[in-house]
């Protein structure tokens, strides 16, 4: 597996959007999940689509606010953040899922992180 490399985060005002990429060259036939880790917390589930990309699941936190896309044939997937808030602020990271089922747990079996890209959303 090939460490995917995320990017699109910065800093934006309460009510922005923002729409981070993740890319791996080895994201075609794996569901990939995105995840976000603040300052002082454990990383968390956010977001993940199945490899067909007909699938997704969300965190309760970001349902309806957050959607997930995929671009097969770029090998790339696509966080889209809209009406962000201060706590969205922190580092996000994706990463293939790897072990386990999608459809009976989204939110587990990730591995191979990224460096990850920063969002930071100001109040």
């Known amino acids: 597996q090939v460490q995917p490399v995320e990017s699109g985060g910065g800093l934006v005002q309460a009510g922005d959007s923002l729409r981070l990429s993740c890319a791996a060259s080895?994201?075609?036939?794996?569901?990939v999940g995105w995840f976000r880790q603040a300052p002082g917390k454990e990383r968390e589930f956010v977001a993940a689509?199945?490899?067909?990309?007909?699938?997704?699941a969300f965190a309760d936190s970001v349902k309806g606010r957050f959607d997930i896309s995929r671009d097969s044939a770029k090998n790339e997937v696509y966080l889209q953040m809209k009406s962000l808030k201060p706590e969205d602020t922190a580092i996000y990271y994706c990463?293939?899922?790897?072990?386990?089922?999608?459809?009976?747990?989204?939110?587990?079996?990730?591995?191979?992180w990224g460096q990850g890209t920063q969002v930071t959303v100001a109040s």
């Open positions: 990463a293939p899922k790897t072990r386990g089922s999608f459809w009976s747990d989204p939110e587990s079996g990730y591995d191979y």
């Open positions: 080895t994201f075609r036939s794996s569901a």
């Open positions: 689509i199945s490899w067909s990309g007909g699938n997704t």
